[in-house]
């Protein structure tokens, strides 16, 4: 039997709700979100939940909702004078106790986003995001290598890409990450921002979108890896990251390919 049929309370029998929910007011400024996103992109929380101010949840703000808007108005005007509420994403996914993993999966591929919450004990909210994930496929028993994932095109840039160029092809791609063309380094949605932050001061006094990306950016290397390792031995790998992102041959695993091959029915769970 898959393990998709199991709930994650039996999955994840000790961190099931160990992770809280991030949130922010939804009439706080587009700045001081992205100021919490440095700390949380690709972390156990991932996301910000927006909330009313009865910490009621009602959306979701990641990396994605930043560069789009960045895109469409590059100033500093986007972060001083947007609220968090005008670029929320409604479909914020709130779990039940029973939910199997297969149902949250399928609910994943429909949001496109690796993130959801759960009630907790404590009156508030609890992340599931796909770090969290991990966890179950470093605990499984499999066969599965990592060279028989399904295969994906790899997205490039180039060295004399604009930022611009950089968040179009984001965008486009329907991705997070991007390699540079030929090496193992790449650009992040969380890099991208922190630079905004950071460097540039929220576009204050400065044109952002035409800079050269070498000339703005410091990249990461993502690991490298030679052998054919399974998806237990990649799962536990990954989740040591700071920032899961694999090279193996000609192909780039990330922790929701991961999340996604938990579908397989050759995959048991040490429980």
């Given amino acids: 039997m898959s393990i ?3 709930s994650l309370k039996e999955l994840l029998p000790l961190s099931f709700k160990s992770t ?5 007011r939804k009439e706080n400024q587009v700045w001081i979100a992205t100021s919490m996103l440095i700390h949380y992109l ?39 004078n947007t609220t968090v509420e005008q670029i929320t994403d409604k479909k914020l996914v709130i ?11 399928e609910t994943w591929k429909k949001t496109r986003r690796a993130f959801s919450i759960i009630p907790n004990n404590l009156g508030g909210y609890s992340a599931i995001s796909g770090r969290k994930i991990l966890e179950i496929g ?15 095109k790899v997205h490039t840039f180039d060295h004399d890409n604009t930022i611009k160029d950089i968040i179009s092809l984001m965008l486009e791609k329907n991705t997070r990450k991007l390699l540079l063309k030929d090496t193992n380094y790449f ?30 950016f410091k990249l990461e290397e993502a690991k490298k890896i030679t052998k054919d390792v399974n998806l237990s031995e990649i799962s536990k790998s990954m989740y040591a990251m700071l920032h899961p992102y694999v090279v193996y041959q000609d192909q ?20």
């Fill in 187 to 216: 650009i992040s949605d969380r890099l991208l921002i922190e630079s905004i932050a950071q460097k540039f001061d929220f576009f204050r006094n400065i044109k952002f979108l035409e800079n050269k990306l070498e000339e703005s």
């Fill in 42 to 80: 690709e972390s156990f929380t991932d996301s910000l939940v927006v909330t009313e101010e009865d910490e009621k949840p009602i959306g979701v703000i990641g990396g994605r909702e930043i560069i789009e808007n960045v895109f469409k108005n590059p100033s500093s005007d986007f972060f001083d």
């Fill in 252 to 271: 780039v695993i990330t922790p929701w390919d991961i999340c996604m091959s938990l579908e397989s029915d050759r995959i048991e769970f040490l429980g």
């Fill in 138 to 152: 470093a605990n499984c028993v499999t066969d599965l290598t990592i060279s028989e994932l399904p295969k994906k």
């Fill in 20 to 24: 809280p929910a991030v949130s922010i």
């Fill in 4 to 6: 998709t049929s199991k």
């Fill in 95 to 105: 779990l039940s106790d029973k939910i199997s993993l297969g149902e949250l999966l």
